[in-house]
């Protein structure tokens, strides 16, 4: 009796300990910058561990298998787990991310539209095309978005700018799904279920911020939803939201505080995060005051932290400029290494032109990879193509090429990689043909066009940057494509004219048909009224 009691309890308490040993982490992060032309850009990051866990292999997934989560969304961990997925990137964005402006985000997806791309296992039991179908449905009704334009006729597999930002099991082999939603926007209703997501959802912490009349009313919005694998330290989960907020526009100066940027102030903080912090990026070379003071200074007092756990009472931060102050737009000028243009051509609705414009702002050779997707209407002619450095034609700087054409409704896929000499303009153009469609796979607004999704330009800026951990991504802007198109209202007026015609036909007969004539008598009152008289 004894022995078998010493031996319940101590499998108890090794147990235990291991729970706790491998009990889930959650940390939460507000980053505030303000802007060189005066807007505030706001970057929310939320973070969340499970330790020593390890994706789930494709070949077990007829085999059911249990996960328990604690602060780990289940409605997210089912769908990783059901489709093996090992790493998920989400973005849904709205607006237009002015890089000469702004600089670099901290979110480096900010493509205008919905864009997903997920690193899975093959396997011989479930394809990876079906689990991929599977897991964009599944992320389209846990988000409330449009997801399911993401099939085949929007879906890649680029080779050089989505590299893996996890780590990948070492046996099995990885394949890439990226696709692009350029029409999809992010609202409301996605926002509801994103916060949902998060374990104290907007009722303390710095999810209290999260006011989307004020988020949605920004120049650029949107939400990020990341799942990688480390191996040794298990799975993490980075939930994002991203605005650039405009206090000009709402109050007239540059003084800002989170009462008017979000209409709201931190009352608690989250009593499950590990780590709740504010950080305020300070600006260089002006005359400004912060008010709470900080919890510290960091970066060479660059950057102001508040640690929200000791925060007694409600968090409102305020910065605030003298009277005099005014934007430093000198600060506007080559906020990236490069900058990038894409321009379309040609006015015709059957033929056209694409030209992107590089221009490098280093001193130094930049090597760059340029992915450009197209719908499948969109043919692009490879003789077509010229590359000219600063006014003069230079093929030379082509370093690789790859282009992978349209096969039934796939996409069209050009993959470019090019070295940028120091301190010149490149300009690489070619011209495509746009095919003819069907009138039934035309969308209920046909004559706006049909929107290009932006093209990914990625590259490295150097070892010389001890901040950089991975490539940078920069994302040009949509473009509107017009291709020939139908007149819709003919089938209206074909439709009114036929139904005219019918309804005077059908009815004069019908009166010739079904009426009976007949004489009717008819008294002459005349000699009757004579007599009278």
């Known amino acids: 009796m004894l022995p078998s009691l010493y031996t319940h309890v101590v499998a108890f308490i090794v147990l235990l ?74 973005n849904l964005n709205a607006g237009k991310w002015d890089y000469q402006k702004w600089g670099y985000p901290r979110e480096y997806s900010v493509g205008a539209g919905a864009e997903m791309w997920v690193w899975m296992a093959e396997s011989s039991h479930v394809s990876i095309h079906e689990r991929w179908q599977g897991m964009v449905n599944g992320l389209s009704g846990l988000f409330c978005a449009s997801l399911g334009g993401l099939d085949d006729k929007r879906t890649t597999r680029p080779t050089y700018a989505f590299q893996p930002e996890g780590d990948l099991l ?51 919005h949107g939400i990020g939803v990341h799942v990688t694998w480390h191996e040794g330290t298990g799975i993490q989960l980075k939930l994002g939201f991203g605005a650039v907020l405009d206090p000009l526009r709402m109050a007239g100066k540059r003084d800002w505080s989170f009462q008017s940027l979000f209409d709201s102030k931190i009352q608690t903080s989250c009593p499950v995060a590990d780590e709740s912090h504010v950080f305020v990026t300070l600006p260089h070379g002006e005359s400004f005051s912060l008010t709470p003071e900080p919890t510290e200074k960091i970066e060479d007092n660059f950057t102001a932290k508040y640690d929200i756990h000791n925060v007694k009472e409600e968090l409102d931060v305020m910065m605030t400029w003298p009277e005099s102050a005014r934007p430093n737009r000198d600060q506007l000028k080559h906020q990236t290494a490069i900058s990038v243009k894409r321009i379309l051509t040609g006015a015709s609705q059957t033929q056209g032109g694409i030209l992107f414009k590089f221009v490098n702002h280093q001193a130094s050779p930049m090597e760059v990879s340029c992915v450009e997707t197209a719908p499948w209407f969109v043919n692009y002619f490879l003789h077509s193509r010229q590359v000219k450095v600063d006014g ?59 929107d290009l999704p932006p093209a990914v ?77």
Not at 431 to 436: G, M, N, P
Not at 497 to 515: D, E, P, Q
């Open 170 to 220: 070492e046996d099995e082999s990885y394949d890439l799904r990226h696709a692009f939603l350029p029409s999809e926007s992010v609202c409301t209703e996605n926002l509801t279920p994103f916060l949902k997501l998060l374990p104290c959802k907007a009722r303390s912490g710095i999810a209290q911020l999260l006011n989307p009349h004020r988020l949605f009313d920004a120049d650029w």
């Open 392 to 450: 003069l034609a230079r093929d030379d700087i082509i370093r690789s090429f790859s282009y992978t054409p349209t096969i039934g409704h796939q996409p069209t896929l050009l993959e470019t990689v090019l070295i940028l000499p120091p301190m010149s303009t490149v300009d690489v153009s070619m011209t495509f043909s746009k095919a003819f469609i069907a009138y039934t796979e035309h969308p209920p607004d046909a004559e706006r066009g049909w």
């Open 17 to 90: 300990s291991s729970v706790l040993a491998q009990q889930e982490t959650f940390t939460e992060q507000l980053h505030l910058t303000p802007l060189a032309d005066g807007k505030v850009y706001s970057q929310f990051e939320f973070s969340i561990l499970l330790p020593q866990a390890t994706p789930r292999s494709p070949r077990s997934v007829d085999e059911e298998t249990d996960q328990h989560y604690t602060l780990f969304p289940l409605q997210l961990g089912q769908l990783l787990r059901s489709h093996a997925v090992t790493e998920l990137h989400l």
């Open 457 to 533: 330009i990625s590259y490295s800026e150097g070892a010389h940057d001890t901040n950089l951990v991975k490539p940078r991504r920069l994302y040009t802007f949509n473009l509107l494509i017009d291709i020939p198109t139908p007149d819709f209202s003919m089938p209206y007026n074909v439709i009114i004219m036929s139904s005219t015609v019918i309804a005077l036909f059908f009815g004069s007969v019908f009166n010739l048909l079904t009426r009976k004539f007949v004489w009717v008598p008819v008294k002459d009152d005349t000699k009757t009224r004579l007599s009278h008289g």
